[in-house]
């Protein structure tokens, strides 16, 4: 079931600059899409519509066929929003807070305590359910965050760039939370960032700069889509290398041969061997998906 589709949407910003442009995505229930762009790339504005606080000057936005700005009260129920500028009320416990917040969906006290208790088991803040908020620290504010904005049981999650400042044991946890709601709960989740770390495993990715989709796709897509390829990186015993039909470059003392697969370099060690080439090391050096994006980004700055 379609939990989120943006139809050409457009969308002006200030001085008639076009803060989205033609933008068309579609979200299905219980799958991850993770849009990322630079600062002011468009991200917020797509925040924005589903948030009901902008509508759009093109299109249609909806949440499970309402629409983002229309029905913006039916799509705040199904809706859970969390982004890095959350606040609660800093005298509070963590507890108190998602007690309050969770008064404006009128769920009973029973249902709202139960689900705490799960929410922050599966995100690694049982032992700080009773501090005060002021207490906690950076990611565990933004935790608590997340936890706020599905305390209500939504049916899609939209995350706006809270990632940034958090360390690599916090985005592990993170991600193990959003798993478990996909899986689940079967949540929608729609990820808005700026960097890569972030990235579920199956998540579609859509690359977005100046409010325009620069591409989507998979991970493997996006890093074939970039130009760049996997290095055969092999150093031999007397500095010398000789494989036929395979193209080898020599730099600093090693030999690099670009290939597609990584398992590729099986057959180049293999002719390499029966040309009787002493090899003392062979690795394969894979594009990461980060090296994909920003060179994505790059050349799209260089055809401007």
Known sequence: MEALVFDSVSLKGTNDYNALNNISFCLEEGECLTIIGPS????KGV??????????????CKVFGNSCYEDSVAVHRMCGYADSESQMYSEYTLEENIELYSSLYSINKEAVSSRFSLLVRKIGLWNQRNEQYSKLKISERIKASLIRAV????????????????????IREIKEFFDYLREEEHVAILLLTTITDCFLNDSKIFVIEGG?????????????????????????????????????????????????????????????????????????????????????????????
């Open 47 to 60: 925040f924005s519509l589903i948030a009901g606080i902008a509508e759009p000057d093109f299109g249609t």
């Open 151 to 170: 305390i209500h049981s939504p049916k899609l999650l939209v995350v706006y760039d809270i990632f940034e400042d958090l360390d690599r044991e916090s």
């Open 212 to 304: 325009t989709k620069l591409i989507s796709g998979y991970e493997k897509e996006i890093i074939s889509a970039s130009g760049l390829r996997n290095k055969a990186i092999i150093r031999t015993l007397n500095n010398r290398l000789a494989i036929s039909d395979v193209e080898v470059i020599p730099e600093k003392g090693r030999f690099i041969a670009y290939i597609d697969e990584p398992e590729e370099i099986c057959e180049i060690i293999r002719k390499a061997v029966l040309l009787d080439n002493n090899i003392i090391e062979a690795r394969v050096e894979e594009v990461k998906l980060e090296e994909a994006y920003l060179k994505i980004i790059e050349d799209n700055r260089g055809e401007e």
């Open 40 to 43: 002011g790339s468009g991200k």
